[in-house]
């Protein structure tokens, strides 16, 4: 979600992330985290700190900021993309390797 400030309204963190602010901490379906004090004051959730407690990554750009959904522990290590060797469109096994040094688009798909 890309915002322009740091502070949000619980409604709009709810809107924004599915995730309702209550006395138990953050909750979404069944399960709540706990927050620590000073994330939420005055109906207002401090989005930086809330970013933190919940793993989610948060970038600024011109006064702007996206805040990405809860990594649950599993964010990459690193920027670089694992060996990858799939067949082509005629069956023959292509390296992904093979394109280093040029821009590459992967798209994925799975049917579920």
Do not use: Y
Request: aromatic letters at 6%; a negative charge.
């Amino acid at each position: 979600m890309i915002i322009d400030s740091l502070e949000l309204s619980l409604p709009e963190l709810h809107q924004a992330t599915g995730w309702e602010i209550k006395p138990e901490g953050a909750c979404r379906d069944v399960g709540c985290v706990p927050l620590p004090e000073g994330v939420v004051a005055d109906g207002q959730v401090d989005v930086a700190a809330f970013a933190a407690r919940m793993g989610m990554g948060l970038v600024e750009s011109d006064g702007v900021w996206a805040l990405g959904p809860e990594s649950g522990g599993r964010a990459l290590e690193s920027a670089e993309l694992p060996a990858i060797t799939l067949p082509d469109r005629n069956g023959q096994p292509f390296s992904l390797s093979s394109l280093r040094g040029t821009k590459v688009l992967l798209l994925a798909w799975a049917s579920w």
